[in-house]
């Protein structure tokens, strides 16, 4: 079990080695992005921004200048919200600025709602050119990260607070724009797609339904900006049209919508349920508040039955 913040650190000290161009900044967050590996390993490539994060935005952009430098920059996913004008600004001057946002959704817990991330998928979708990678286990984050340096414009990795599963095997090959099938048989009846700790969530309702007869399709997106259109539409009919999507997000702007806009160009007759956080949510255990917000895997479960009434 690794959380996904924590092999965004792992990710940066491999690249700091590989290529001493690579500089990570944080706001005052890196023991709890991990960006505090990097700094440990390669003090001189780091720049304490603290909690400033306008700033930090601004500092990493003239970092990625004429491609002097490749900068990596961290905080809490909704900080980043604090530095949306410099974020703009940064798309429109076509800087290859990359983000990393952690402590993403009600899955924090206990840290409370002040610092749960539950619109950044909306607002960076919003963002030109820039691709959103949203890992699910270790070995997809570190690819992010690695395809995230390499990539032209601006990139965002949201990473998430719990330890999760290992799910792919360390030589998993991942592409921007391509999702992952991480469970699938010949008799699904419903596609689930979802992506950090909620692909966890179907992952747990997908062993759950086995042992009740019933089937279901999981899907890993990988990147929820751009999408893997071919592949939503593709194993969405195969699945006779059933789709559900699970989310620590708030449902306007995030994944559910953005598989909706897919599902509109169908040939063929859909069904989508968005599962979501609806309402502010509050402090408390991480399982708790899956629960409580509709998103566990409890929840994935009592979705499939319903659509398939």
Same mark, same amino acid.
């Given at each position: 079990?690794?959380?996904?913040?924590?092999?965004?650190?792992?990710?940066?000290?491999?690249?700091?080695?590989?290529? $001493?161009?690579?500089?990570?900044?944080?706001? $005052?967050?890196?023991?709890?992005?991990?960006?505090?590996?990097?700094?440990?390993?390669?003090?001189?490539?780091?720049?304490?921004?603290?909690?400033?994060?306008?700033?930090?935005?601004?500092?990493?952009?003239?970092?990625?200048?004429?491609?002097?430098?490749?900068?990596?920059?961290?905080?809490?996913?909704?900080?980043?919200?604090? *530095?949306?004008?410099?974020?703009?600004?940064?798309?429109?001057?076509?800087?290859?600025?990359?983000?990393?946002?952690?402590?993403?959704?009600?899955?924090?817990?206990?840290?409370?709602?002040?610092?749960?991330?539950?619109?950044?998928?909306?607002?960076?979708?919003?963002?030109?050119?820039?691709?959103?990678?949203?890992?699910? +286990?270790?070995?997809?984050?570190?690819?992010?990260?690695?395809? *995230?340096?390499?990539?032209?414009?601006?990139?965002?990795?949201?990473?998430?607070?719990?330890?999760?599963?290992?799910?792919?095997?360390?030589?998993?090959?991942?592409?921007?724009?391509?999702?992952?099938?991480?469970?699938?048989?010949?008799?699904?009846?419903?596609?689930?797609?979802?992506?950090?700790?909620?692909?966890?969530?179907?992952?747990?309702?997908?062993?759950?339904?086995?042992?009740?007869?019933?089937?279901?399709?999981?899907?890993?997106?990988?990147?929820?900006?751009?999408? +893997?259109?071919?592949?939503?539409?593709?194993?969405?009919?195969?699945?006779?049209?059933?789709?559900?999507?699970?989310? +620590?997000?708030?449902?306007?702007?995030?994944?559910?919508?953005?598989?909706?806009?897919?599902?509109?160009? *169908?040939?063929?007759?859909?069904?989508?349920?968005?599962? *979501?956080?609806?309402?502010?949510?509050?402090?408390?255990?991480?399982?708790?508040?899956?629960?409580?917000?509709?998103?566990?895997?409890?929840?994935?479960?009592?979705?499939?039955?319903?659509?398939?009434?």
């Amino acid at each position: 079990m690794i959380a996904t913040r924590m092999a965004y650190g792992d990710a940066l000290v491999k690249l700091g080695h590989a290529c $001493d161009r690579v500089v990570v900044l944080d706001a $005052d967050t890196k023991n709890s992005t991990f960006a505090l590996k990097f700094k440990n390993e390669f003090p001189d490539r780091f720049i304490e921004c603290f909690i400033a994060e306008q700033n930090m935005v601004g500092v990493s952009l003239g970092c990625a200048a004429r491609n002097r430098t490749i900068p990596f920059c961290s905080t809490f996913a909704t900080f980043f919200t604090r *530095a949306m004008d410099q974020i703009r600004m940064a798309a429109v001057s076509q800087s290859a600025l990359n983000m990393a946002g952690s402590h993403c959704g009600v899955s924090i817990g206990e840290d409370g709602p002040s610092q749960m991330a539950l619109e950044d998928i909306a607002a960076f979708r919003a963002i030109p050119n820039l691709v959103y990678f949203y890992p699910s +286990d270790a070995v997809s984050a570190c690819r992010a990260v690695e395809l *995230a340096a390499n990539y032209k414009h601006m990139t965002f990795i949201r990473t998430s607070r719990p330890a999760t599963a290992v799910i792919y095997d360390n030589d998993e090959v991942f592409e921007i724009g391509k999702a992952k099938i991480v469970k699938q048989t010949d008799s699904d009846k419903v596609l689930v797609i979802g992506a950090g700790i909620t692909l966890d969530s179907a992952l747990k309702a997908h062993a759950s339904l086995q042992g009740k007869g019933k089937n279901i399709r999981v899907m890993d997106p990988f990147t929820i900006k751009p999408l +893997d259109k071919a592949a939503v539409l593709r194993h969405a009919e195969e699945c006779g049209g059933n789709v559900i999507t699970v989310e +620590d997000h708030y449902p306007e702007g995030g994944i559910g919508e953005a598989v909706a806009s897919v599902l509109s160009s *169908a040939n063929f007759t859909t069904k989508h349920k968005m599962l *979501a956080v609806r309402e502010i949510p509050r402090s408390g255990p991480p399982a708790v508040l899956l629960e409580l917000f509709g998103i566990s895997a409890n929840k994935v479960e009592e979705a499939v039955f319903e659509m398939l009434k």
